[in-house]
């Protein structure tokens, strides 16, 4: 896939929550060597979204910006736009990517637990879109909502986050129909990509073993749907699954 060409003036503006490292950070990349302008946000990870940053204006200087935030805090989507506004003035392709993703047991679970996940994963996606509509609409922009095959195939133990990815996945094909057709909005749900820190052997065996190509995905297939989503003018309102037909295992 060609890159497309662009000045450092014109070129579009990407926003990719949770970008500091793992998926975000390849998401990042990749559209940064597409010559879209990108936006590194992070909560904690400073240093990763330097070290980051750092890489790409060597190529490409005044190509990145960071921007710090807890997603769990109702006035930070408002701050993340109002810096990519104040600093380029311009916003054409939201990625909500950031998630918070730990087993909460029903017998176990608290009310901080249920709003903290809910907060992250469901309540700052639609927000963030509240708050840059204008510049998306401005660009015809993209939005793109990065959810799990966990939202159709729960996940026993995880249900706050499980509820919370079904309700991004309505939230997507709400959004689709009420900002057509100015602003296209999809979601990517990946599979088995990267191994969590909650997922022990027995269970990434498991895993494997209920998905079609019977391997991990890689970061570069997230990438690359993101990518197609962007090329695709026609498509709006979708759930591409990139799960190695995980999602149709009986």
């Not at 200087?61 to 769990?72: C, N």
Request: aromatic share 6%; with cysteine.
């Amino acid at each position: 896939m060609s890159s497309p060409t662009h000045t450092a003036v014109d070129a579009p503006v990407a926003l990719v929550t949770g970008s500091s490292q793992r998926l975000g950070a390849h998401i990042v990349s990749t559209l940064h060597a597409r010559g879209m302008r990108v936006v590194v946000h992070y909560r904690q990870s400073a240093e990763a979204a330097r070290a980051l940053c750092a890489g790409l204006e060597s190529t490409r200087p005044g190509s990145t910006l960071q921007v710090e935030g807890d997603l769990a805090d109702a006035a930070t989507p408002a701050k993340i736009i109002e810096a990519i506004r104040t600093h380029w003035g311009r916003l054409d392709v939201l990625i909500n990517n950031a998630a918070l993703f730990h087993p909460t047991p029903l017998a176990e679970s608290t009310v901080e637990q249920w709003d903290e996940m809910n907060n992250v994963n469901l309540r700052a996606p639609y927000f963030l879109a509240q708050a840059a509509l204008p510049l998306l609409q401005a660009q015809g922009g993209n939005l793109i909502n990065i959810v799990d095959v966990y939202a159709e195939r729960p996940k026993p133990r995880f249900a706050i986050y499980c509820a919370a990815k079904a309700g991004l996945v309505g939230l997507t094909r709400a959004l689709a129909r009420e900002l057509a057709p100015a602003i296209r909005v999809n979601a990517i749900a990946p599979g088995a990509i990267l191994w969590s820190t909650e997922t022990s052997g027995a269970d990434q065996q498991a895993i494997l073993a209920k998905t079609p190509l019977g391997r991990l995905g890689s970061l570069e297939d997230i990438s690359r749907a993101v990518c197609y989503l962007l090329d695709a003018p026609y498509i709006t309102g979708q759930v591409m699954n990139v799960d190695g037909g995980r999602s149709i295992f009986d």
